[in-house]
Nanobody, 127 residues
Framework: QAQLVESGGGLVQAGGSLRLSCAAS????????MGWFRQAPGQEREVVAG????????YYADSVKGRFAISRDNAKKAVYLQMNSLNSEDTAVYYC????????????????????WGQGTQVTVPS
């Protein structure tokens, strides 16, 4: 089981940037795909981006394509989400999560595919 801790959230003006980090400890990080999800008030959790264990494949939700970039550093047991051109619709709590299936060759886009979750970090972009 991996323990995940997100950081880097905050308040940013529209058009600004933030870089979220997710630090992992425990077992399984380097073998597993990682995902970033977000949940806005009153809305369901949605996948934002994901990356396979090797970093060879990535996935982005249509709403963030061209603005967000996911990356990982297996040596540091960390995954990152660079967020640019932020707007009010990006306001949410952002969570990182570890895929429950080691070695998956694609990025799963549903939450049930992930078994370890961080506590979340708040991102607020005032309208």
């Amino acid at each position: 089981q991996a323990q995940l801790v997100e950081s880097g959230g905050g308040l940013v003006q529209a058009g600004g940037s933030l870089r979220l980090s997710c630090a992992a400890s425990g077992a399984g990080f380097s073998d597993s795909a990682m995902g970033w999800f977000r949940q806005a008030p009153g809305q369901e959790r949605e996948v934002v981006a994901g990356i396979t264990w090797s970093g060879g494949r990535t996935y982005y939700a249509d709403s963030v394509k061209g603005r967000f970039a996911i990356s990982r550093d297996n040596a540091k047991k960390a995954v990152y989400l660079q967020m640019n051109s932020l707007n009010s619709e990006d306001t949410a709590v952002y969570y990182c999560a570890k895929d429950r299936l080691p070695g998956r060759r694609s990025v799963a886009t549903i939450g049930s595919a992930y078994d370890d979750w961080g506590q979340g970090t708040q991102v607020t972009v005032p309208s």
